[in-house]
């Protein structure tokens, strides 16, 4: 079924590309229109290469864990995860914060 649905998406992609590609042929006054149209579908065919990728890297990785692995490891591996993408964003665990009314939030304990 994945196979398929992938199948379906790039042939779309290539044939509007392909068709924004034979228009540039037969009407050069529209280059830069039909060119921006015609990227738009490269970036989608690059986009739905990346997701097929990385769907056949979590089926493969399904595959592997077959050995049981404690919860908590799995629990404390996604607060990690967590911690480090929104590092830059969130402040600090237990800090004080002021809202945009300015009021002020107490410590997360």
Known sequence: MLNRVLRHNLRNDLTGAMGYTRLLVDDPDDVEILANRITEHHEELLSIGAKSQGIQKMLEADRD?????PLSDVVANSIREVRSDSAAT????????????GTRSEPIR
Do not use: K, N, Q
């Open 65 to 69: 864990t077959d050995i049981p692995v």
């Open 90 to 101: 969130l402040p600090p665990i237990g800090s004080r914060c002021r809202s945009r009314r």
